[in-house]
């Protein structure tokens, strides 16, 4: 690959790089908490939903290497084993596996499952997906923070719909009752068009007559994707409520999508998503039959020390109060991202919403400061 690095740039490879990140704006995102997490005290004009820390194709960071901002993606390809360490590349190739995420959703996210490692590899070549990579998923919450996630058991699901009193829900209900929730959700996502909005009226008059926090949601739903069946998800999956600090993680074939908070997310480096509803995005309905999986359920990860540990070899999340400082172990590419208060690292200062690479041939990292940390790195096989 052409090496398009200046020469100052070169002679920095294995120094700590500030970062520069971009915004996404996505119509479920917020008009506050990034602007306010970065110091910008007035709202954002267009919703803010996610900043991208990493080397995703859709939105590499850029990186501060010889007094000259670079694609942190480019600069990644110019020298893998340096920015990335050995280890790293003979684990994932010369890609950063990971992609960290500030995420604010103040509406709720699409109805959605990711593939598994096999079903990406198998499907990219298929045509079905955009990159043969699965997409794990880890959310720490920086607020209270509320997701669906996982399928309750069947028979508590059945009774939840059935609850509502409305015959015409007789082919969700019955497969469920059955024991059967993959045929319950295909019966949710193949609803017939004809007569949807009289049925969500329905559904949403009689969630709101039953009351409780789950058909609360149903009704938000409803309001939300007025011709939506899937507005029923309160009732299909499991309701976690996240505190600050708790972290979940969605494996592959865990159905899923968040409704509210403010959090750190860390991911597979993929862009593969099937959706379920509550979107005007296609659906591939046998692609997410085959990939969901209702026995997977959603993982509540506790810290083991300063770590988020997970299931997935692409990343693990970690965090740390500073006050007398840390040393993290050197020759994995890392990110630093400061949420609170203000950290020092290889001779950059970083305030709220800052960041930097830490590039895997650099040693022991030293960070200090009187501020809370997070750092996303590889994970373990």
């Given amino acids: 690959m052409n090496d398009s690095r200046t020469p100052a740039a070169r002679a920095t490879v294995g120094t700590i790089g500030r970062l520069r990140n971009p915004v996404k704006n996505y119509d479920w995102g917020s008009h506050t908490a990034i602007a306010t997490l970065t110091g910008r005290h007035s709202s954002a004009k267009l919703p803010e939903a996610e900043m991208w820390f990493g080397t995703h194709p859709s939105g590499s960071s850029s990186v501060l290497r010889g007094g000259t901002w670079h694609s942190l993606a480019e600069t990644v390809a110019a020298d893998p084993v340096a920015e990335l360490g050995p280890e790293t590349v003979e684990r994932f190739g010369s890609r950063l596996p990971y992609l960290l995420k500030l995420i604010a959703v103040d509406l709720p996210l699409s109805l959605q499952v990711h593939p598994s490692r096999e079903q990406a590899e198998e499907g990219f070549v298929r045509g079905t997906y955009v990159d043969p990579f699965p997409k794990p998923e880890l959310i720490c919450a920086l607020t209270p923070f509320t997701a669906l996630a996982g399928f309750r058991p069947a028979e508590e699901a059945a009774a939840l719909i059935d609850g509502l009193g409305l015959p015409a829900l007789e082919p969700i209900v019955a497969p469920l009752a059955a024991g059967d929730p993959s045929a319950a959700l295909r019966a949710l996502v193949e609803w017939p068009k004809e007569g949807r909005a009289e049925l969500l009226d329905a559904i949403a008059r009689a969630a709101s007559a039953a009351g409780g926090p789950d058909n609360e949601l149903v009704v938000r739903l409803a309001e939300i994707h007025p011709e939506d069946p899937a507005c029923l998800a309160p009732l299909f999956l499991r309701r976690h409520e996240l505190r600050p600090g708790e972290a979940l993680f969605l494996g592959a074939g865990v159905l899923h999508c968040y409704l509210s908070g403010f959090g750190v997310e860390i991911m597979g480096g993929s862009d593969n998503v099937l959706r379920a509803g509550l979107t005007g995005k296609p659906m591939d309905v046998e692609e997410l039959l085959r990939v969901t999986d209702p026995s997977v359920p959603a993982l509540r990860i506790e810290p083991s020390g300063n770590l988020y540990r997970t299931p997935a070899p692409e990343f693990r999340l970690g965090t740390a109060v500073l006050g007398p400082g840390l040393t993290l172990q050197g020759g994995v590419p890392r990110i630093l991202l400061c949420t609170e208060g203000e950290i020092a690292t290889g ?33 373990t096989d």
Avoid: N
């Fill in 347 to 379: 001779g950059h200062t970083l305030r709220p919403g800052e960041s930097a690479f830490v590039p895997g041939a650099h040693g022991p990292v030293e960070v200090r400061g009187s501020g809370t940390v997070f750092w996303a790195e590889p994970g």
